[in-house]
């Protein structure tokens, strides 16, 4: 059992890590451009030097939402860690984690909405770029939410021995 816990616990730092640098790294699309390598992130537009990304004024509430999303994201995932160790030495034996479970879902509701909006409506988005595909922070994203679902429903199912 404690290595049960030990293990979710190290997976649960990994994603509070990975949903840190998929959020603030800027590498969501890679195309190439006449400057050489583009990147594009949530944040900033990168080619020799980084500017704010601009977006029309259609797509702006779209950025902003999945921002916004993906920083409550990083918040309510901190916030189940912070939880899962309170709840290790204040509960009693037999209990479950049941509200370390919930803040972990919805944090992976939270990386659902963010990551989705920015497939549907920026994929393929770097302004004067071709053959663009997806970089590795939007990878992490979705590896994140992978990782919170399932750590998720293992604290909800968990029991304190």
């Known amino acids: 059992m404690l290595v049960l816990l030990a293990g979710i616990f190290v997976v649960h730092i990994a994603t509070v ?6 959020t603030i790294s800027n590498v969501w699309m890679v195309g190439s451009s006449n400057f050489g390598a583009a990147t594009s992130g949530l944040w900033q537009l ?3 030097s980084c500017t704010e990304l601009v977006v029309n004024s259609d797509d702006e509430a779209s950025l902003k939402t999945v921002q916004a999303f993906m920083i409550l994201s990083i918040i309510f995932s901190v ?3 912070i939880m ?6 204040t509960l009693e034996k037999g209990k ?3 509200v370390t479970g919930a803040f972990m879902l919805v944090c992976w509701l939270c990386i659902l909405i ?3 909006i920015y497939t549907a409506r920026f994929t ?3 302004p ?3 053959n663009t595909h997806h970089g590795y922070c939007f990878i992490l994203a979705w590896i994140c939410f992978c990782f919170s679902f399932i750590i998720g429903i293992l604290y909800l199912v968990l029991r304190k021995k």
């Open 17 to 22: 890590i990975m949903l840190f640098v998929s």
């Open 96 to 98: 479950r984690f049941y």
């Open 124 to 126: 393929g988005h770097i």
């Open 114 to 116: 963010g990551v989705s």
């Open 84 to 89: 899962f160790i309170v709840q290790l030495f």
């Open 79 to 81: 916030i189940a860690l």
């Open 46 to 48: 990168c080619n020799k």
């Open 128 to 130: 004067l770029s071709t």
